[in-house]
């Protein structure tokens, strides 16, 4: 029987200090593939040494790239060029990685030699169809297993063509992936979303030297170019500040500071979305590292509201709804989430999993097939399944600073894959949590 890992929240606490929560996990990834792509040697410094980017990392090793580190968070990638990757003599192992998988897909699309992509039971489980659609509309050679799932086989050696993609949904992935086989592809490529998601990949682009168009909702790249190395200082990941933003929130006299912070404005719903609950969030300190908006977040204890949150929020602050819920439960009134059905395929049902666990610690909340209707009210102790899924175990966690009782949260390996220093930064800011582990 494999070791688990429980979490156990002692009520109580407090959220006093100053911390710099890990790196973001979006920026480490590309930082290694087009450091890896680009001719010349680049240096990142503040990379996430969680288990999904250090998956991108042995791959590019696996597909012929020299990298040393990561070394507290500096890595040096020795670029090989646009055409130098090398085939891999085994399957690409990405762990828990849908951002690696996805991304990949598209890169690898346009090489000469085959890969096949692999992860585990949860990565296994998650839909890949969606990058599949467009790459085959390029011309690219991808099969996956008859789920529309991993693992993925390419076969390479296509010459893929430039495609004007209209996104049926709204997904960084996927627009990510359509652009980096783009790079590969003969004549132009645009991506045209239905709302907006992230843009680190198109920044990134740029700050290694691509050209890439922006027109309103439509990103575009023409194939064939070329990047060139450059220093890549990745901010920290607001999607794991969004914990400590929570935590600052709902426990009294609180006051921390977060120290450079991602602020991508295609990033900031979180942000929205607690301010306008009520939350005293202060922007300090804004600036611009390496084409992306960096800031000092200082927040302290308010009262917070329940709101009906505004759908042009969601695809903002996909990732941070686990703690918004926790939010939500602590807030006065009722809260309503609608036009977010795509949480429940992430790592876990998002929407039923945290209905479940708000539940099992007393809080009267329903799931809805694309959100969640939650009550306002006051957490006890209990006892609830993460599932393997890293936001869940963390925004429990967060939970605890307001619970009469110990919350036990099972199934917590996977904190390791976003934020492995979580439970260190937790408990300094003065959050009563530990992690035991159980067979």
């Known amino acids: 029987m494999s070791k688990q890992v429980t979490f156990f929240t002692e009520p109580g606490g ?50 012929g790239v020299k990298i040393e580190g ?17 085939a891999p003599t085994q399957d690409l192992n990405l762990g828990n990685s849908g951002t690696s998988m996805r991304l990949l897909s598209g890169l690898l699309s346009g090489q000469p030699f085959a890969s096949k992509l692999t992860g585990d039971h949860s990565l296994s489980g998650r839909p890949m169809k969606r990058v599949i659609d467009p790459l085959l509309l390029m011309g690219a050679n991808i099969d996956s297993n008859e789920m529309g799932t991993a693992p993925l086989f390419l076969r390479g050696g296509e010459s893929l063509k430039g495609i004007d993609y209209d996104m049926p949904m709204a997904s960084a992935q996927v627009k990510s992936c359509v652009l980096l086989a783009g790079l590969y592809a003969e004549g132009q490529t645009s991506v045209t979303e239905p709302a907006p998601t992230r843009d680190h990949t198109e920044r990134m682009l740029q700050g290694f030297g691509y050209e890439v168009k922006r027109e309103g909702a439509t990103v575009t790249l023409q194939g064939g170019g070329e990047l060139t190395a450059c220093n890549v200082d990745v901010p920290s990941d607001i999607s794991s500040a969004a914990f400590f933003l929570v935590a ?49 977040l200082v927040v302290k204890h308010a009262p917070l509201k329940g709101i009906q949150i505004p759908e ?49 610690c007393g809080i009267n909340a329903t799931a809805t097939p694309d959100g969640m209707i939650i009550e306002g009210g006051q957490l006890t102790g209990g006892k609830l399944d993460s599932h393997g899924d890293h936001r869940i175990a963390m925004a429990f966690t967060v939970a605890g600073l307001q619970a009469t009782g110990v919350i036990e949260i099972a199934d917590c390996d996977n904190v390791n894959t976003s934020f492995p220093d979580f439970i260190a930064l937790a408990n300094q800011v003065g959050i009563n949590v530990s992690a035991k582990e159980v067979s």
């Open 14 to 63: 407090s959220c006093q200090g100053a911390i710099r929560v890990a790196g973001d996990k979006s920026i480490s990834h590309r930082s290694i593939m087009l450091g890896s792509l680009a001719k010349g040697t680049t240096e990142v410094t503040g990379f996430l040494e969680g288990e999904d980017a250090l998956a991108t990392l042995k791959a590019f090793k696996a597909l």
């Open 70 to 86: 990561p070394d507290q968070g500096k890595v040096t990638i020795h670029g090989v060029g646009m055409g130098g990757l090398k």
């Open 312 to 360: 042009d929020q969601v695809p903002l602050a996909i990732d941070e709804f686990p703690v918004i819920f926790i939010a939500a439960a602590c807030a006065e009134g009722q809260t309503v989430l609608t036009g977010a059905e795509e949480l429940r395929v992430k790592e876990s049902d998002r929407i039923q999993v945290m209905a479940d666990g708000l539940v099992a």
């Open 248 to 296: 600052g929130s709902i426990t009294p006299n609180a006051s921390l500071t977060l120290s450079h912070v991602g602020m991508n404005p295609t990033r900031i719903g979180v942000i929205n979305i607690l301010q306008q609950m009520g939350a005293d969030i202060t922007v300090e300190n804004a600036r611009e590292v390496g084409g992306e908006p960096v800031a000092d």
